[in-house]
């Protein structure tokens, strides 16, 4: 009995800070397939832009960089336990590979939401094959927060990879563990 007790709050914790995901309900998922494609791709290059605007280092690793995936939108929400998702889309030599969805949850001190867009630089062919099979992880907070404080110097790779996130819209309090995982859908 104390077990449930306990359990009880920690579980509607969970489905408060899970309700606050968007979970693909807003009007484009009520669109035919073809056409939230086209929305998303209008939303990847919309964010392109805006990286290299906001982070003027990155409009070379566009070029450079082996691929990048592009999250125009993650959204992330909790108490106490919290989660974050988000689609985007994956080249590999400019070139349009893939689809992605990034997603997880965290546990710790947090409260609140927020979206955020998310760019991820590949370095080299090495680094987008760990990627491509889901090898690849973050720490969900981390990377927005080192992002923000950078938007002037160089990009830095660790391990071969790059995070930029920026954007961050609504309030999000947190001290948090867990961690970034990624889909890899390629386009036929």
Do not use: H, W
């Not at 995901?21 to 919309?46: H, V």
């Not at 990009?155 to 999000?172: C, Q």
């Amino acid at each position: 009995m104390k077990k449930t007790a306990l359990c009880l709050p920690a579980m509607i914790l969970a489905g408060i800070s899970l309700s606050a995901l968007p979970m693909g309900c807003d009007s484009a998922s009520k669109l035919p397939p073809a056409e939230q494609a086209a929305i998303l791709k209008d939303d990847a290059q919309g964010t392109i832009e805006r990286c290299k605007t906001k982070f003027p280092a990155t409009a070379k690793e566009f070029t450079n960089a082996y691929g990048y995936a592009v999250y125009p939108e993650i959204g992330k929400g909790g108490l106490v336990v919290g989660g974050f998702r988000g689609t985007g889309l994956v080249y590999e030599g400019g070139k349009l590979v893939a689809n992605s969805v990034v997603g997880g949850g965290t546990i710790g001190a947090q409260i609140g939401g927020q979206s955020y867009a998310q760019v991820i630089f590949f370095k080299d062919k090495m680094a987008f094959d760990r990627f491509k099979r889901g090898e690849t992880a973050f720490q969900a907070g981390a990377s927005a927060v080192a992002a923000n404080a950078g938007a002037s110097t160089a990009i830095d790779y660790k391990n071969g990879v790059a995070v930029v996130a920026f954007g961050a819209e609504g309030l999000m309090v947190e001290g948090v563990i867990g961690g970034q995982t990624f889909t890899f859908e390629p386009i036929k």
